[in-house]
């Protein structure tokens, strides 16, 4: 097993791989942009080093300054959590040349599945249902006309270095085509440096649903189970829960041999997701893999009673993937407590904590890195936890994340805790029946603004 795990992130997930490893026997090295220097994973670490100043181009995206890390500390494995460098496979290959294991995926995984046309490509070949839509990259805005209209409008672009809803738009009539297709390369070139686009059939009434795998060096994969993160806004996440309440076990087990094979067909080691989109006959269309841990990757926890940073560590170091995949045993709900005013457009509200009480009792679980007195950065992204509850089924859970929601307070700052108490007293998502168009229609109730002043 390692010895010592560098942590090349910040925030909550470097707090929750840090208690991982130590539950492991492991010494951690945590890294820190001048920005952190408060941050509360690093009173914990074995030891810290500074990488750099705030902006994260000089920092957490600066691998020649976390390699240096790594070797001055003789660090032997860098987890590189989620977002910043997690799914650089330049970054992956660097590590494996040091001599240093990176907990993510391989470089191969990494270049082959981060490209979204490719991915598409890929998967198609090995039989996983794909959306119609373009073979691969598209060379002209003539060529986008003659595809749109083969495949039949409405329609989607979609930047192939995308992320975030960035490069992404919907076009429903064939006149609004020339004008989403130039905005949508420029907003992709400009946040990507890359304005590659593919088309494919806008799906209706979808729900977003993903399935968690793991893979080991043998070639074999298992799933546990989905995750449903249809409730989004701008393609960015709000709440997800498991088991998704849309989900039959015929369509579960359909969907996880899907994933099997998705993984399975690249040799793909260590857990990652294949991310579904799903209509409402229940058809499923591959969308995208992530080859890294998911920010949602709690809930899988809660219902399978497995560590999957513990996972991820123990593939790394060459385990061998269980004979069997996972099933829920329980129902969780995962909702992101960001520092964003949502009466305001969901504005991130950087500024100090004055004041904070976390909840607590059975089956409520609070993934965050923040305290009282604690200053919110301007320079990273505005999650400051996560609350995730757990119980028997889905009624007891929404009831449960109630009152753990009634318990949050956070002063200082602006938070989303407001839209989710509103969240969890809205008819439809309380019967499950909502899809990632639900954020469209959602009006926001000043009544819980004034609940969350009092």
Same mark, same amino acid.
């Given at each position: 097993?390692?010895?010592?795990?560098?942590?090349?992130?910040?925030?909550?997930?470097?707090?929750?791989?840090?208690?991982?490893?130590?539950?492991?026997?492991?010494?951690?090295?945590?890294?820190?942009?001048?920005?952190?220097?408060?941050?509360?994973?690093?009173?914990?670490?074995?030891?810290?080093?500074?990488?750099?100043?705030?902006?994260?181009?000089?920092?957490?995206?600066?691998?020649?300054?976390?390699?240096?890390?790594?070797?001055?500390?003789?660090?032997?494995?860098?987890?590189?959590?989620?977002?910043?460098?997690?799914?650089?496979?330049?970054?992956?290959?660097?590590?494996?040349?040091?001599?240093?294991?990176?907990?993510?995926?391989?470089?191969?995984?990494?270049?082959?599945?981060?490209?979204?046309?490719?991915?598409?490509?890929?998967?198609?070949?090995?039989?996983?249902?794909?959306?119609?839509?373009?073979?691969?990259?598209?060379?002209?805005?003539?060529?986008?006309?003659?595809?749109?209209?083969?495949?039949?409008?409405?329609?989607?672009?979609?930047?192939?270095?995308?992320?975030?809803?960035?490069?992404?738009?919907?076009?429903?009539?064939?006149?609004?085509?020339? =004008?989403?297709?130039?905005? %949508? @390369?420029?907003? #992709? $070139?400009?946040?990507?440096?890359? *304005?590659?686009?593919?088309? &494919?059939? +806008?799906?209706?009434?979808?729900?977003?649903?993903?399935?968690?795998?793991?893979?080991?060096?043998?070639?074999?994969?298992?799933?546990?189970?989905?995750?449903?993160?249809?409730?989004?806004?701008?393609?960015?996440?709000?709440?997800?829960?498991?088991?998704?309440?849309?989900?039959?076990?015929?369509?579960?087990? =359909?969907?996880?041999?899907? %994933? @099997?094979?998705? #993984? $399975?067909?690249?040799?793909?080691? *260590?857990?990652?997701?294949? &991310?579904? +989109?799903?209509?409402?006959?229940?058809?499923?269309?591959?969308?995208?893999?992530?080859?890294?841990?998911?920010?949602?990757?709690?809930?899988?926890?809660?219902?399978?009673?497995?560590?999957?940073?513990?996972?991820?560590?123990?593939?790394?170091?060459?385990?061998?993937?269980?004979?069997?995949?996972?099933?829920? =045993?329980?129902?969780?709900?995962?909702?992101?407590?960001?520092?964003?005013?949502?009466?305001?457009?969901?504005?991130?509200?950087?500024?100090?904590?004055?004041?904070?009480?976390?909840?607590?009792?059975?089956?409520?679980?609070?993934?965050?890195?923040?305290?009282?007195?604690?200053?919110?950065?301007?320079?990273?992204?505005?999650?400051?936890?996560?609350?995730?509850?757990?119980?028997?089924?889905?009624?007891?859970?929404?009831?449960?994340?109630?009152?753990?929601?009634?318990?949050?307070?956070?002063?200082?700052?602006?938070?989303?805790?407001?839209?989710?108490?509103?969240?969890?007293?809205?008819?439809?998502?309380?019967?499950?029946?909502?899809?990632?168009?639900?954020?469209?229609?959602?009006?926001?109730?000043?009544?819980?603004?004034?609940?969350?002043?009092?």
């Amino acid at each position: 097993m390692f010895k010592k795990i560098l942590i090349a992130n910040r925030g909550e997930i470097a707090m929750r791989i840090l208690r991982t490893a130590k539950e492991m026997g492991i010494k951690t090295v945590a890294v820190y942009s001048t920005a952190d220097a408060k941050s509360m994973h690093l009173r914990f670490a074995d030891e810290a080093v500074c990488i750099g100043p705030p902006a994260s181009k000089n920092s957490y995206l600066n691998p020649i300054n976390i390699l240096a890390a790594a070797e001055v500390t003789n660090a032997d494995a860098i987890h590189p959590g989620y977002g910043f460098l997690s799914e650089n496979a330049n970054f992956s290959r660097s590590c494996q040349k040091m001599g240093i294991k990176f907990i993510g995926a391989t470089p191969e995984n990494i270049e082959r599945m981060g490209d979204k046309a490719s991915a598409k490509a890929t998967m198609k070949k090995a039989g996983v249902p794909t959306i119609p839509g373009s073979d691969g990259l598209i060379n002209s805005f003539e060529e986008a006309e003659k595809i749109a209209e083969k495949i039949g409008y409405p329609v989607m672009i979609k930047a192939t270095a995308g992320g975030g809803g960035k490069g992404m738009r919907d076009i429903w009539k064939p006149e609004d085509l020339r =004008k989403a297709w130039e905005s %949508a @390369i420029q907003e #992709a $070139e400009a946040a990507f440096g890359n *304005g590659g686009m593919y088309m &494919e059939k +806008l799906i209706e009434e979808p729900r977003h649903i993903e399935i968690q795998i793991a893979g080991d060096k043998f070639g074999k994969a298992i799933h546990l189970s989905e995750r449903d993160c249809s409730i989004q806004r701008r393609h960015q996440k709000l709440v997800e829960e498991t088991p998704s309440p849309f989900m039959t076990d015929e369509l579960r087990e =359909k969907m996880g041999n899907a %994933a @099997i094979k998705a #993984a $399975e067909c690249i040799g793909y080691e *260590g857990v990652g997701t294949i &991310e579904f +989109l799903v209509d409402k006959n229940r058809n499923f269309y591959f969308m995208e893999m992530n080859t890294r841990i998911q920010v949602e990757h709690p809930i899988t926890e809660q219902i399978t009673d497995l560590d999957l940073i513990k996972f991820q560590i123990e593939l790394a170091n060459g385990y061998k993937v269980p004979s069997k995949s996972y099933y829920p =045993k329980m129902h969780s709900i995962e909702c992101r407590i960001n520092a964003e005013d949502p009466y305001n457009d969901f504005r991130p509200c950087p500024g100090t904590i004055n004041d904070l009480n976390i909840p607590g009792g059975n089956g409520v679980r609070v993934d965050t890195h923040v305290y009282q007195r604690y200053q919110i950065p301007t320079f990273y992204d505005s999650m400051i936890a996560k609350l995730i509850v757990t119980a028997h089924n889905r009624e007891e859970a929404i009831s449960k994340m109630k009152r753990a929601l009634d318990e949050f307070h956070i002063q200082g700052v602006k938070t989303t805790i407001p839209f989710h108490k509103q969240l969890m007293n809205e008819p439809l998502f309380v019967k499950g029946d909502y899809t990632t168009k639900f954020m469209d229609d959602f009006v926001l109730d000043e009544k819980y603004e004034n609940d969350d002043l009092q």
